[in-house]
């Protein structure tokens, strides 16, 4: 899964940018994020698990693990 495209995708969708977005992750989190704190860690692909979880629930969606056949 390519993180920024799935992300980008959902701000197309939302009509949104990467300034309401990261303004949106401060608010939930009290963490300060800027839309160039966010296009830097998709740049660096350094986005966090939990960041990710946490983008997927301010659009809507909820991210799973879904056990496939195990490699041997």
């Known amino acids: 899964m390519n ?4 992300i980008n995708y959902w701000l197309s969708l939302n009509q949104s ?9 401060t ?3 009290g963490k300060h994020y ?4 966010l296009n830097g860690k ?3 692909k350094t986005v966090s ?6 983008i997927a629930k ?3 969606y909820k991210i ?3 056990e496939i056949n195990p490699l041997q």
Do not use: N
């Not at 940018?17 to 992750?25: F, G, R, S």
């Not at 800027?34 to 704190?37: A, L």
């Open 3 to 6: 993180v920024r495209a799935q």
């Open 17 to 25: 940018d990467y300034k309401k977005l990261a303004e949106k992750m």
């Open 27 to 29: 608010e939930l989190t």
């Open 34 to 37: 800027t839309r160039w704190s």
């Open 42 to 44: 998709l740049a660096r």
């Open 49 to 54: 698990v939990d960041e990710f979880e946490l």
């Open 58 to 60: 301010i659009f809507g």
């Open 64 to 66: 799973e693990l879904k």
